[in-house]
T-cell receptor
Framework: ETGVTQSPTHLIKTRGQQVTLRCSSQSGHNTVSWYQQALGQGPQFIFQYYREEENGRGNFPPRFSGLQFPNYSSELNVNALELDDSALYLC??????????FGPGTRLTVT | KNEVEQSPQNLTAQEGEFITINCSYSVGISALHWLQQHPGGGIVSLFMLSSGKKKHGRLIATINIQEKHSSLHITASHPRDSAVYICAVPPTSGTYKYIFGTGTRLKVLA
């Protein structure tokens, strides 16, 4: 059984650019949740995908968008990057909405 | 007031000490999740428990559903235990997101 994986591990982008982060869910899981964690802060919920549909969304602007694919892997896209988007982005997979298993995260730096 | 509160916020201990981190919640739960995050690292699942006690190595987690309280204990602490420990409430029926506690930053000195 493979765990949750994320790519890339680290990423540096310039303000105004666009970024795509990827997450492969754990085998057997059909739900992926994305979180943003700024330095020294707790994770903030961005959105959740369940069976390829957005199932819930936190307080993030529309420039944060996502996709879930038929194999339940997921992408997080952020357009028009801002300096405050610098953070660790975590994805977590689960079966339905229950216990979530977290990936190692992608550290995004926006300069 | 946060729905999930932890105490203490910060904790420094000497190697070998017994450590207790507390978590109180005000929402209805079906289970509670204890998580660990090392500096700069991702989040690792420690325990998911809905009643009683669970033990894994030097870590012990307990929960009292009636009192809405859970504790995470670390016996014979070691510098590698230095991390942020987070308790979180998984989604219940009709909800979809975790409610994270405020986190406890633990530093174990050699």
């Amino acid at each position: 059984e493979t765990g949750v994986t994320q790519s890339p591990t680290h990423l540096i982008k310039t303000r105004g650019q666009q970024v795509t982060l990827r997450c492969s869910s754990q085998s057997g899981h059909n739900t992926v949740s994305w979180y943003q964690q700024a330095l020294g802060q707790g994770p903030q919920f961005i959105f959740q995908y369940y069976r390829e549909e957005e199932n819930g969304r936190g307080n993030f602007p529309p420039r944060f968008s996502g996709l879930q694919f038929p194999n339940y892997s997921s992408e997080l896209n952020v357009n028009a990057l801002e300096l405050d988007d610098s953070a660790l982005y975590l994805c977590a997979s689960s079966l339905e909405s229950y216990e979530q298993y977290f990936g190692p995260g992608t550290r995004l730096t926006v300069t | 007031k946060n729905e999930v509160e932890q105490s203490p916020q910060n904790l420094t201990a000497q190697e070998g000490e017994f450590i207790t981190i507390n978590c109180s919640y005000s929402v209805g739960i079906s289970a509670l999740h204890w998580l660990q995050q090392h500096p700069g690292g991702g989040i690792v699942s420690l325990f998911m428990l809905s009643s009683g006690k669970k033990k894994h190595g030097r870590l012990i987690a307990t929960i009292n559903i009636q009192e809405k309280h859970s504790s995470l204990h670390i016996t014979a602490s070691h510098p590698r235990d230095s991390a942020v420990y987070i308790c979180a409430v998984p989604p219940t029926s009709g909800t979809y997101k975790y409610i994270f506690g405020t986190g406890t930053r633990l530093k174990v000195l050699a």
